[in-house]
C-alpha cells in the first residue's frame, strides 16, 4: 500500500480515550442490548449477544484494556466485528478516512499490550488505533470461541422449542 493511502476508521470513546479501528473490521454497530450471561464467564466478557440467532461475545474492552469503566447510558454501543466478537464502547464517534502517513506507532506505554498499533496526535489527545486480531491472546480466545459455541447451542435450542 502507498504511504499516502487512505483507509476507513471506526473512531469511538473508550473510558478517556479516542480509539480506532479499521472500518473494514467492523460488521456493524448496534445500541446496547440486554445481554445473556451464561455461567463460567470470565471478567472481561459482558455477556453474549443474539445478533439475528448467532450468538456474539462481547468484550468489556475498557477492563481488557485497563481502563476506567465508565457505566453504559443511552450513548453505550455494541461494535461487533467480522469475527464473532464484539466490543462494548462508550460511544462511537465518527467515521474517518485518514492517510496512513499520518499514524505513529504506538509507544510502550500507550500500546494496551501490543493491542495499540498506532497513535494520532490531536488537541483532544490523541486517537489509538486499535488492532482487532490482537485484543484477544490466543488461549482467551480458545475460551471465548468455547463459551460462544455453548451460546449457540441454547440458542438453538430455543429455536427448536418455539411454537
Known amino acids: 500500500m502507498a504511504e499516502d493511502a487512505e483507509r476507513a476508521y471506526l473512531e469511538f470513546q473508550l473510558s478517556d480515550r ?6 473494514d473490521s467492523v460488521r456493524e454497530i448496534v445500541p446496547m442490548a ?51 466478537l464484539a466490543l462494548m464502547a462508550d460511544e462511537a464517534r465518527a467515521l474517518r478516512r485518514l492517510p496512513l502517513s499520518v499514524w505513529k ?15 494520532l496526535s ?21 475460551r471465548i470461541e468455547s463459551l460462544r459455541e455453548q451460546e449457540q447451542a441454547r440458542l438453538a435450542l430455543l429455536d427448536v422449542q418455539a411454537p
Open 18 to 23: 479516542v480509539c480506532a479501528l479499521p472500518a
Open 105 to 119: 506507532p504506538a509507544e510502550a506505554e500507550n500500546s494496551f499490550n501490543g493491542c495499540a498499533d498506532g497513535f
Open 122 to 142: 490531536a488537541p483532544n489527545g490523541g486517537i489509538h488505533r486499535l488492532d482487532p486480531r490482537r485484543l484477544l491472546l490466543e488461549a482467551e480466545r480458545h
Open 34 to 84: 440486554d445481554l445473556a450471561r451464561p455461567p463460567g464467564m470470565p471478567a472481561t466478557l459482558q455477556g453474549m449477544l443474539d445478533l439475528g440467532g448467532q450468538a456474539i461475545p462481547v468484550l468489556r474492552l475498557a477492563l481488557l484494556l485497563g481502563l476506567r469503566e465508565v457505566p453504559p447510558t443511552l450513548s453505550t454501543v455494541i461494535i461487533v466485528l467480522r469475527e464473532p
